[in-house]
Every structure is written in structure tokens, then in C-alpha cells.
């Protein structure tokens, strides 16, 4: 399964744009990246996902290398209710034709006002 | 709110134990998946179903397994509990059909916690 890495921790101002980083260098040409959160022990929460275009949608960007070695998943006006940890996950396709996610660690993103 | 419901949202009980979790997916998603979150060990994936069929399996131990019926509802037992099982359970719902369905997102409930004294 390709892994991914994201930083343990990040802090953003409320009402500025939060940028997460993810390296998934092991990534295949058919496996998908998504970005998960979980807000204290919440179920996590589906954000976005991307083959190797970038995406948008009301919650956020998600931004591809060309190479699809990394992302960057984009909050553009962080709130405080944006405080949790972030997964990025790269899908693991199985021979059956289904997905599996392996989730990391995330990246606890803390804003304050 | 995800649509996915799942009961009890709390159980304790005793080492040596068996447990029942129940997991009602999103209307029409075919796809149910349980997941464990452990303080140590992360959110884990543990076992996946598919209008009825086991699809993939995960980190699940032989003392677990896992149950999807005709009402496409998911069950999660349990059995001789041990400390090391007190965790967050998570069962997450996807999907209306396979192939590239099959990347559709996954909408998770909210959890069972289980404690294990």
C-alpha cells in the first residue's frame, strides 16, 4: 500500500487559508487521494479527492503534483471549527474492484483566532 | 450528520466477554466498512461487505467478524474480549455499485466506544 506522510502538526490564523502537505511518493497510477477529518472522536469526515487534476468543492482544493509524488490540501478561509486532524490517504484498489483506506497519522491543525 | 447509525454508542463490559455492534448504512449504499480506533494503533481498517459479500479484510483478528444482511445493515462481534480491544469502532457506508463506484467516498457514523474492564 503506498504510504503517506504529513506533518504531525500545523497552526493557522482564523480566516487564512491553511495549507496541509502530504508526500505519497509511492503512489500508483491508479490510486486515488483523499483527504479525510476527524474532529475530537468524531467519525472522520470525507473532504475531497483526486486521481491527478486538481479538484475544488465547497469545502476545499486539493491541489496534485504533476508527478503525483505530493498535495496540498487547501482550507481557503480556516474557521475555528476547522480544528482537527487531517488525513491524507492514498486508496488502495483492490483486485475486486474496491478501495481500501489506510488511514496515517494526520496533521492536527489547530486554528485560533 | 452522515447518515450512517450505529448502537450502542457505549458499551462496557468484562474481559473474556462477547459483543454485538450494529451498523445501519446511509439509504441505498451497498457497501458497509468497520473500522477500530485505538489510542495506539490509529484508525484501522478491519473489514469491508458489499451488498452481502465479504470484499476485503483489513487488520481484523480471528476473534472478530463481521456480518452484512438483505437489509444491507452490518454487524461487528466481538468475541473473548481481551483490554487491548477497548477502542472506537467506526462502520462507514459507500457507494451505490462497484467499478469505478467503488471510489466513491465513505460516510461514516459516529462510533461505538467499547471499554473492556
Known amino acids: 500500500d503506498a504510504k503517506t506522510t504529513q506533518p504531525p502538526s500545523m497552526d493557522c490564523a482564523e480566516g487564512r487559508a491553511a495549507n496541509l502537505p502530504c508526500n505519497h511518493s509511492t503512489i500508483s497510477g491508479n490510486e486515488y487521494v483523499y483527504w479525510y477529518r476527524q474532529i475530537h472522536s468524531q467519525g472522520p469526515q470525507y473532504i475531497i479527492h483526486?486521481?491527478?487534476n486538481n479538484e475544488t468543492n465547497e469545502m476545499a482544493s486539493l491541489i496534485i503534483t504533476e508527478d503525483r509524488k505530493s498535495s496540498t490540501l487547501i482550507l481557503p478561509h480556516a474557521t475555528l471549527r476547522d480544528t482537527a486532524v487531517y488525513y491524507c490517504i492514498v486508496s488502495h484498489l483492490l483486485n475486486t474492484g474496491f478501495q481500501k483506506l489506510v488511514f496515517g497519522t494526520g496533521t492536527r491543525l489547530l486554528v485560533s483566532p | 450528520d452522515s447518515g450512517v447509525t450505529q448502537t450502542p454508542k457505549h458499551l462496557i463490559t468484562a474481559t473474556g466477554q462477547r459483543v454485538t455492534l450494529r451498523c445501519s448504512p446511509r439509504s441505498g449504499d451497498l457497501s458497509v466498512y468497520w473500522y477500530q480506533q485505538s489510542l495506539d494503533q490509529g484508525l484501522q481498517f478491519l473489514i469491508q461487505y458489499y451488498n452481502g459479500e465479504e470484499r476485503a479484510k483489513g487488520n481484523i483478528l480471528e476473534r472478530f467478524s463481521a456480518q452484512q444482511f438483505p437489509d444491507l445493515h452490518s454487524e461487528l462481534n466481538l468475541s473473548s474480549l481481551e483490554l487491548g480491544d477497548s477502542a472506537l469502532y467506526f462502520c462507514?457506508?459507500?457507494?451505490?455499485?462497484?467499478?469505478?463506484?467503488?471510489?466513491?467516498?465513505?460516510?461514516f457514523g459516529p462510533g461505538t466506544r467499547l471499554t473492556v474492564l
Open positions: 462507514a457506508s459507500s457507494g451505490k455499485g462497484g467499478g469505478l463506484a467503488a471510489y466513491n467516498e465513505q460516510f
Open positions: 483526486g486521481l491527478k
